[in-house]
């Protein structure tokens, strides 16, 4: 018997965010973080992969900056994504820009 296959979408104004990979680090001086570091406050970047029909500022695809902590995390075949409100990201780093800061990924 196969097993059925269901299509996530989001609802309201929530996000599904895959976050970037976090590993070894570099200051700009050049030294080494380890991945364990603990950073007080620290914002993460991931990439938007589903959004809710209330969602105005944010698509698919778009890399945004978040607090990875107060998130709610779930598995999706494997993989771990976070599923936050539209008001919980801090910004959005996009190829359409509009009122950007002048500052690049």
Known sequence: MSEAKFEIQMLGDRVMVRPDKEGERRSTGGIV??????????????????????VRS???????????????EVEVQGAIYLVMRERDLHAVASERPEYGTGLYL
Do not use: S, Y
């Not at 973080?33 to 209330?54: D, F, S």
């Not at 944010?58 to 709610?72: A, H, N, P, S, T």
């Open 33 to 54: 973080i380890p991945a364990t570091a603990e950073m007080a406050n620290r914002l993460v970047w991931g990439e938007v992969c589903g959004v809710g029909h209330h």
């Open 58 to 72: 944010v698509k698919v695809g778009d890399k945004v900056l978040f607090k990875d902590e107060d998130q709610f």
